[in-house]
């Protein structure tokens, strides 16, 4: 499954980078990535548990940056 967001008030490149490392380590995930300029996320993700895996990225993205915000595109 493909997603993209629109991802808000992330505050530097580097944080951006930290996020992407850690989403790349959720059970499921295949590819993410975040382009700190064009404040946007492409999540590349297994199909089966799409929904669970959703909810984790979500999850570790509040815990990690707790201002930002997802909107799907």
């Known amino acids: 499954m493909s997603y ?21 380590k959720i059970k499921g995930v ?8 064009t404040q946007k996320m492409h999540l590349e993700c297994e199909e089966v548990g799409a ?3 959703l909810k984790q990225v979500t999850k570790k993205i509040k815990k990690e940056e707790p201002d930002v915000t997802l909107e799907e595109v």
């Open 30 to 37: 295949k590819e993410v990535s975040i382009n700190f300029i």
């Open 4 to 24: 993209q967001f629109k991802i808000k008030g992330l505050d530097c490149a580097n944080c951006a980078a930290e996020l992407e490392r850690v989403l790349q």
């Open 51 to 53: 929904e669970e895996i």
